[in-house]
Antibody, heavy 121, light 108 residues
């Protein structure tokens, strides 16, 4: 079945870096765009970034642009999020999600179970 | 940037219909998707493209979209429908994806 499994979360000091991974299985990974979405404790969902199926385009939320980089390794069926210059407000559960439907206006389905990133000194 | 506004909470008795609104400027011109999130779990898609249901989602879940408001309706509400619900669209002017503020549905 289609599955997304995030990893790489943890506690990190402000200003440091962290890389998240999302392992995909059960579908042809290289034909789908992929997203990262985050959720701060007790808060709503916030879209973070998207990468096209072939890596040709990337878009970022204003809150992370210039600090975070989304990438993918299609031969390894893996999505990444490199997070630099981390701030306390980046503390959240980070989800990866597949963009289903085949166009930019498509939906997120399925989602991974999430990985928690805590930025604290 | 494009903003989607939802009521913070909706309360409904079992067996009744819950209606969750999602307000945005001319949202009727966009494709709206809805997600259900139960405590401690990842979001799950319940309606896509305004009114389509993924396989496995009960017919009790339905959606509509017109003008400045999209609506998710849950008929014959059950205790298991208690969750947070989020609407989502793609903002073509910025190539950004936007989530609504979220609505907590409580079954009385």
């Amino acid at each position: 079945q289609v599955q997304l499994v995030e990893s790489g979360g943890g506690v990190v000091q402000p200003g440091r870096s962290l890389r998240l991974s999302c392992a995909a299985s059960g579908f042809t990974f290289h034909t789908y765009a992929m997203h990262w979405v985050r959720q701060a404790p007790g808060k709503g969902l916030e879209w973070v970034a998207v990468i096209w199926f072939d890596g040709s385009n990337e878009y970022y939320a204003d809150s992370v642009k210039g600090r975070f980089t989304i990438s993918r390794h299609n031969s390894k069926n893996t999505l990444y999020l490199q997070m630099n210059s981390l701030r306390a407000e980046d503390t959240a559960v980070y989800y990866c999600a597949r963009m289903s439907g085949g166009s930019s206006m498509s939906w997120f389905d399925p989602w991974g179970q999430g990985t928690l990133v805590t930025v604290s000194s | 940037s494009y903003v989607l506004t939802q009521p913070p909470s909706v309360s409904v008795a079992p067996g009744q219909t819950a209606r969750i609104t999602c307000g945005g400027n001319n949202i009727g011109s966009k494709s709206v998707h809805w997600y259900q999130q139960k405590p401690g779990q990842a979001p799950v898609l319940v309606v896509y493209d305004d009114s389509d249901r993924p396989s496995g989602i009960p017919e009790r879940f339905s959606g509509s979209n017109s003008g400045n408001t999209a609506t998710l309706s849950i008929s014959r509400v059950e205790a298991g429908d208690e969750a947070d619900y989020y609407c989502q669209v793609w903002d073509s002017s910025s190539d950004h994806y936007v989530f609504g503020t979220g609505t907590k549905v409580t079954v009385l």
